[in-house]
């Protein structure tokens, strides 16, 4: 298989109202992708319908349906559970079993027995980031990902996502930040913008979406 995910016309919406149409790209085993763009313009909401939390409004998704793997903003941990607890959590529902390789790889070690409610927010955000790798899953479209991380964290990010674009992974990563890793692509959402005239949405019952959230 060459290609990961593509898109195809895709056109999104929030909140009732396209952010961007006419998207077409692919991504393939190795690659990563930086969307790049103002705040509002629509990223978020791209990463959110590749996800499958909410349906676009125009256009095509083809992935294997046990492709992707999601981070967005917020962690998704469970605060009672242990760092390695949520790791074995995540883990089980992604039908994967080793997490002692998360936990080395975003340095977690110190913490593996720290309830998820007592880490910082940049702990929680490196606990949010392990979780990917035990989902055995190839596409990662990962929101902000560096969100409140120190700039050796970032690093740590950055090799970690070298490893697994090195595996034949691929990622898809909204961030306003350098991540260091230059041999990544960049998309600027920009020209995609929708175009706000446009009418053909009045239909859509505004917030569908947010069902799905
Ligand atoms: N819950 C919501 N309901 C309605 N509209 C929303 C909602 N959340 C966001 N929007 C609007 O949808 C548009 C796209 O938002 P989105 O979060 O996708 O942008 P973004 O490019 O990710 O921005 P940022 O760089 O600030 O994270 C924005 O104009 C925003 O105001």
């Known amino acids: 298989m060459t290609t990961l995910l593509a898109v195809h016309e895709l056109a999104v919406a ?23 763009g103002p705040n509002g313009l629509g990223k978020t909401t791209l990463l959110r319908t590749l996800a499958g939390l909410q349906p676009p409004v125009a256009g095509r998704i083809e992935a294997a349906p046990d492709a992707l793997a999601y981070a967005g903003h917020a962690d998704g941990l469970k605060s009672a559970l242990t760092v390695t607890e949520n790791l074995r959590f995540w883990a089980e529902v992604f039908g994967q079993s080793d997490v002692a390789a998360a936990i080395e790889a975003m340095n ?15 702990q929680k955000r490196r606990l949010g980031l392990a979780r990917l790798l035990v989902t055995g899953r190839p596409v990662w479209l990962l929101d902000e990902p560096t969100v409140s991380l120190d700039t050796a964290s970032v690093a740590l990010f950055a090799e970690v996502l070298r490893g697994h674009l090195a595996r034949g992974g691929a ?43």
């Open 14 to 36: 929030r909140g009732g109202l396209r952010t961007l149409e006419g998207l077409d790209f692919a991504l393939a085993p190795g690659e990563a992708l930086i969307l790049r």
């Open 171 to 213: 990622a898809l990563i909204a961030t306003h930040i350098d991540l260091g890793l230059p041999e990544a692509r960049l998309l600027d959402l920009a020209p995609f913008r929708a175009d706000p005239s446009r009418k053909s949405d009045a239909d859509r019952p505004a917030g569908f979406n947010e069902a799905f959230a």
């Open 108 to 122: 977690l070690r110190p913490l593996a027995a720290r309830p998820a409610h007592m880490l910082s927010a940049g």
